[in-house]
Every structure is written in C-alpha cells, then in structure tokens.
C-alpha cells in the first residue's frame, strides 16, 4: 500500500486565489517524521527507506481566503532502494481547506481509483507544521509530520 502510495506523493503548486487575504500556508513543508519516527524510516518489505519527502505549495499561487480554498498541490518523495538507486517521485494532486482542515486528494486528476485515498489533517494558527493523517477507503493509517522550511 505504502508503496502505491508513494507513487501518487507529490509535492505542492497552488492555483491562484482571487482574494489578497494572507495565505493559509507556508510555502513548502518538508517531511520530518513517519508514525513518530524521523527520516529515513523503512519503506515497503524489500529493504526501501523513505529518505525525503516535501509539500511545496509555491510562493506565488498559494491558497487565499476563496470560498473553499483549493488547487493543486505536488508531493515530492525519495525512496532509496536497496542497490543504493534513490527513486524520485512528483505527481500533482487536488486539495482543498475546509473549516480549518487540509485534505489531499491522492488519487491525481483525470485517474481512475477504485479506492478513496487522501491526506487529512488541521491547519494551525502558526503554520510551522502540518500533520496528515492517511485515510485509505476512510480508514486512518500512518501519520505524516510535515515541519515548514521557512516562515513568511
């Protein structure tokens, strides 16, 4: 699961909002811990580790104050492998803020998914992190610790 997953993870590029109201988020958040572990942390049975992985929502397209703010979000994510060989991955996804909440649709637009699967997790006053949840078919598993690289 993990590992499919890891092939829909993409790093954050915002759309435009309309409103000049201060965005909601930083620019761009680097993964800090897996299920409380710090990087690198095992990634799938063969021996992988997830070394890497960052939101970056841009610094001009960021959400603004729109009703409810959304756009496209990519997650970057670096698996080294066994032999050594680091797997580098970005996709695209959807997103959007509601009542104070970030959810991540990971499934990538225009993609057929049989399955529900999203980042979800609330959005503080100070935006120095974010911590997702990973619903799979509406069921919790690992949680991401996503720490800000530099406040704005």
């Not at 710090?38 to 104050?65: C, H, K, N, Q, W």
């Not at 979800?120 to 799979?136: F, M, N, S």
Request: aromatic residues 8%; proline residues 8%; contains cysteine.
């Amino acid at each position: 699961m993990k590992r499919a997953w890891l092939v829909l993870a993409a790093a954050v590029q915002l759309g435009c909002g309309t409103s000049t109201a201060p965005s909601q988020l930083s620019s761009s958040y680097f993964l800090s811990t897996l299920d409380g572990k710090p990087l690198p942390v095992p990634y799938g049975a063969d021996g992988s580790m997830l070394i890497a992985s960052m939101l970056d929502f841009g610094t001009l397209g960021r959400p603004r104050e729109t009703t409810p703010p959304q756009g496209t979000v990519r997650y970057v994510v670096d698996v080294q492998r066994p032999d050594q060989f680091i797997d580098h991955s970005e996709v695209d996804l959807n997103y959007a803020i509601e009542d104070g909440t970030l959810r991540i649709d990971l499934c990538p637009p225009l993609a057929l998914c049989l399955i529900a699967s999203e980042l979800v997790g609330p959005i503080k006053d100070d935006r120095a992190e974010l911590v997702l949840t990973h619903y799979l078919g509406g069921k919790a598993g690992s949680v991401y610790r996503f720490v800000a690289q530099l406040p704005d």
